[in-house]
């Protein structure tokens, strides 16, 4: 028997797709050609290793030996000597005692937030982290602030005025004078380099401001693993953070080392507690062999070859200084993520089609993607291109930019 349509209990999806269509900020999915023909400036390969040669054998290799997949959890027989040996040549590569890899970096991001912090704790979160990181404070239980993007003295001034865990409160009036108080557990959470714009955090300066005040530092490295830090070990390891015992780092390895799946790198007594508190950890099936043969061989690779990172950068800041000289506004890149604004979504799609047409593959990002609703064409250096397909993707941008 027909549903009267006002039983219909998905009937709001439609309306709500009619905002959207209104809105210009439809979205559709595509299947990627494994032989396209365009200049890709819109993945995260930043370093041009996700067809490397190796890289890929590396892959075949491990699902030949261990399977397609993992078959389980890491707790029960999702646990390879590959991800031991991944594990411990990424904690040795950027500095840390030890590290986690789990199935995906949004699933390390709620791992490190939600694992860290819990009720009762002050989780402080920059204004345009990635959208995982707010995740993981929604979950986390805590009290959580979001403070100004990229601002140490604001952390600095909330983790100073922020109100005691309640049993600290409750027992702050038997606390004998000149004693210590009980100190409420604080996170700050922040990336490292901001997936829109591709400017970076101010580290130092954030983790002075927690180590004020006795307060852990989470840090996002997605987009800083493998193009900052000395031959790419990361945004931390430049700021001087690698190894810190207050310091807990996540990473992708689905951007630089051109694969699939994440890692917490940290003090060896956090990734214990990760393995037994982390419920994307212990309840999620764990990342496939084959991509933790590949990332294996890719950082092995980025090990061997640290000219890689610097090659990223210098393209990166190339093609944005192309682009403000024609006149486009662009965010000068930290890493190898170019940003340039575009007046409207409807003119950032349009744009975005225009360069697909010219033969150039680029990142749209509209609302609500991005948190200050400006609309952007996302743009990614990556280490294997040329300088003549820079100057060829900065012409195509350039040539079909809006007049408005």
């Known amino acids: 028997m027909p549903q009267d ?16 269509s209104r809105a210009g900020l439809v979205r559709t999915i595509k299947p990627r050609p494994a032989d396209s023909p365009l200049l890709d400036l819109a993945g995260n390969d930043y370093l041009g290793l996700a067809r490397h040669p190796e890289v890929t054998a590396a892959a075949g290799a491990a699902a030949a030996r261990w399977g397609a997949g993992s078959t389980g959890s890491r707790l029960v027989t999702g646990h390879t000597e590959l991800h031991a040996a991944l594990e411990a040549e990424l904690a040795a590569f950027c500095g840390f005692e030890a590290a986690l890899v789990f199935s995906s970096g949004y699933a390390a991001n709620l791992a490190a937030v939600t694992a860290l912090s819990g009720r009762d704790a002050l989780v402080l979160s920059d204004a345009v982290n990635h959208a995982s990181l707010i995740d993981g404070c929604r979950l986390s239980r805590a009290e959580v602030a979001v403070v100004p993007h990229a601002d140490p003295e604001a952390v600095r001034k909330a983790l100073e005025t922020a109100s005691p865990a309640p049993e600290a409160a409750e027992t702050a009036a038997e606390t004998p004078r000149g004693s210590r108080r009980p100190r409420r557990r604080a996170l700050v959470v922040t990336d490292s380099v901001f997936s829109v714009d591709g400017n970076a955090a101010p580290l130092p300066g954030l983790a002075a401001a927690c180590r004020a005040y006795g307060a852990a530092l989470v840090i996002d490295d997605a ?90 950068r210098a393209l990166a800041t190339g093609l944005y200084e192309r682009l403000t000289a024609a006149g486009l506004s662009a965010v000068r890149p930290d890493a190898s993520v170019v940003s340039v604004r575009a007046p409207s979504p409807e003119q950032a799609v349009q744009w975005a089609a225009d360069c697909r047409a010219a033969g150039l593959a680029v990142g749209c990002f509209r609302p609500p993607s991005v948190p200050d609703g400006i609309s952007r064409l996302r743009l990614t250096a990556r280490a294997d291109l040329t300088d003549q397909q820079i100057e060829e993707a900065a012409d195509a941008i350039v040539r079909t930019a809006p007049t408005a």
Not at 6 to 20: A, G, L, T
Not at 276 to 301: E, K, M, Q
């Open 5 to 20: 349509r006002h039983d219909d209990p998905f009937e709001w999806i439609d309306e709500e797709s009619e905002r959207r």
């Open 223 to 312: 987009h800083g693993f493998g193009v900052l830090g000395d031959g790419g070990r990361g945004a931390p390891q430049g700021a001087g953070l690698a190894g810190a015992r207050d310091v807990v780092v996540t990473v992708t390895l689905s951007k630089a080392l051109g694969s699939q799946g994440g890692a917490v790198l940290g003090p060896a007594r956090v990734i214990e507690h990760l393995v037994n508190s982390a419920r994307t950890f212990i309840f999620d099936t764990g990342l496939n062999p084959a991509a933790v043969g590949a990332a294996l061989a890719s950082l092995r690779l980025l090990r061997h070859e640290p000219e890689r990172p610097a090659r990223a």
